[in-house]
């Protein structure tokens, strides 16, 4: 089993920043990706970043790339989101998310392929 904890959302103008962390606990000697994912209401869960678990192969989705930075502190198991530039449309709830199997680049921005997920951290931010 692997706990994850988020936290760092908050309400921002727009430009604005957060960072955005993600703490693992648990048996994380299992992790292969740590993705983060965000769900806007009404919408369906989307891909954001993903990072392999030996901290190469950083992925961000063209939304965010360029605004959105990964980052790792393996003493403390966590993984960082900073979200620069915030725009209205970032507004969600965002996820982080751990997947304990090999995959293609593909496969690893499918939430589906997740199998263990944080609650959450909003994120808001007004115009």
């Known amino acids: 089993q692997i706990q994850l904890v988020e936290s760092g959302g908050g309400s921002v103008q727009a430009a604005g920043s957060l960072r955005l962390s993600c703490a693992a606990s648990?048996?994380?000697?299992?992790?292969?990706?740590i993705g983060w994912f965000r769900q806007a209401p009404a919408k369906d869960r989307e891909r954001v970043a993903r990072?392999?678990?030996?901290?190469?192969?950083?992925y961000y989705a063209d939304s965010v790339r360029g605004r959105f930075t990964l980052s790792r502190d393996n003493a403390k198991n966590t993984v960082y989101l900073e979200t620069n530039s915030l725009k209205p449309e970032d507004t969600a709830m965002y996820y982080c998310?751990?997947?304990?199997?090999?995959?293609?680049?593909?496969?690893?921005?499918?939430?589906?392929?997740?199998?263990?997920w944080g609650q959450g951290t909003q994120v808001i931010v007004s115009s």
């Open positions: 998310a751990v997947a304990t199997r090999y995959l293609s680049l593909g496969d690893s921005l499918k939430p589906a392929n997740y199998n263990y």
């Open positions: 648990g048996h994380t000697y299992g992790t292969k990706y």
């Open positions: 990072i392999g678990a030996g901290g190469g192969g950083t």
